[in-house]
Structure formats: C-alpha cells, structure tokens
C-alpha cells in the first residue's frame, strides 16, 4: 500500500466511522443497538465510541485497501468518501 492508498483508506474509515457514531442517518441504528443489547451495553458503546469504531472499520477498510488500493474503482469511492469527510470538517470549522 502507497502512501495514497494509505490516505484513502484513512479518508474511508473517517468518514464511516463518523457516520456511525454521529450522523442523523445512522441513529436509528444507534437506538436499535441500545435497544437490543442495553443502553449501558458494550454494543451501544461501540457505536457511540468513534475510538472503538475506527477500529473495527480500519480492520475491514485495510485488506480491502490492500487488494484493491491501485484500482479506480477504489481510488474513485475512497476519494469521494474522503472529500465528504474533509468538507464536513471543513463545514464545522468554518460556521
């Protein structure tokens, strides 16, 4: 993996991750967590957790990474994924 394959691949598990653990569209899968394992579960905390949930996805992110990080259809996807998270940044920083 190069050095922008790495990049991309980061640029996924940002933005993913922060769907998660953050996003309005995610929150019902928030709630349906906490309701069917517990609000004080790990489960629930998992998906609240953007530490936690990095991992997980990083772990799903890099072998893909690995094996596909030359192609376009890749590079496409990973790009598109990591230019939402660096406007969102960019969003939240700039109002």
Do not use: H
């Amino acid at each position: 993996m190069n050095g922008v394959e790495f990049l991309l691949a980061l640029g996924i598990t940002c933005r993913t991750t922060r769907f998660i653990t953050k996003d309005t569209l995610a929150a019902g899968f928030r709630s349906w967590t906490a309701g069917r394992f517990g609000e004080d579960s790990k489960p629930a905390y998992l998906v609240t957790c953007g530490w936690c949930t990095s991992m997980w996805v990083s772990a799903a992110v890099v072998p893909v990474a690995w094996a596909a990080g030359n192609t376009l259809a890749f590079q496409a996807v990973a790009a598109a994924f990591s230019l939402s998270y660096l406007s969102g940044l960019a969003s939240d920083w700039l109002d």
